[in-house]
């Protein structure tokens, strides 16, 4: 077995997805630049979302500036209408993000995206942004879910 091979074969066993990653467009990262978005599970595209689950997510990104906070804020776009999406914990921080942030550094930001029984089985955008201490986007992702049954 070679290192390459090696090396996704203990990211699998760590609990990272070996799905295809998810498609997302950037929104207006301007303190940061995405890499890679992971939820997991998540077999198709649009992420299905299942009413009463939680969902892992995963956004890697760089980061442009230093910031010693981050904080999380999430909306789904429905009909063009951004509704806040509570999240468990809104601070980066405590999100798998070591801060203070430095600059051109890689991060992994982890939370849970938990999906309430309550929410309508619909179509809709997610908007994810991870804010610095100045306010600004370290990342600003959107993509397309559908919460069902």
């Known amino acids: 077995m070679d290192v390459r091979t090696g090396l996704i074969a203990l ?18 990262s301007s303190s940061g630049k995405v890499t890679i978005v992971d939820i997991n599970p998540c077999s198709t595209q ?26 999380a804020v999430v909306h789904g ?14 601070d980066g921080c405590k999100s798998g993000i070591q801060c203070p942030i430095q600059k051109q550094l890689n991060y992994h930001y982890l939370t849970s995206l938990p999906v309430k029984s309550e ?19 370290l990342f600003c992702i959107k993509f397309p879910v559908q919460i069902v049954n």
């Open 11 to 28: 990211f699998c066993l760590m609990g990272f997805s070996c799905a295809d990653p998810v498609k997302y467009i950037d929104c207006g």
């Open 46 to 71: 649009p992420c299905q979302l299942h009413k009463g689950q939680a969902y892992s997510v995963n956004v890697t990104f760089s980061s442009a500036v230093e910031s010693q906070t981050s904080k």
């Open 77 to 90: 776009i429905i009909a063009g209408v951004p509704v806040p999406f509570p999240i468990p914990i809104e």
């Open 119 to 137: 929410y309508p089985a619909i179509k809709l955008v997610v908007e994810w942004e991870l804010r610095d201490d100045s306010n600004k986007d």
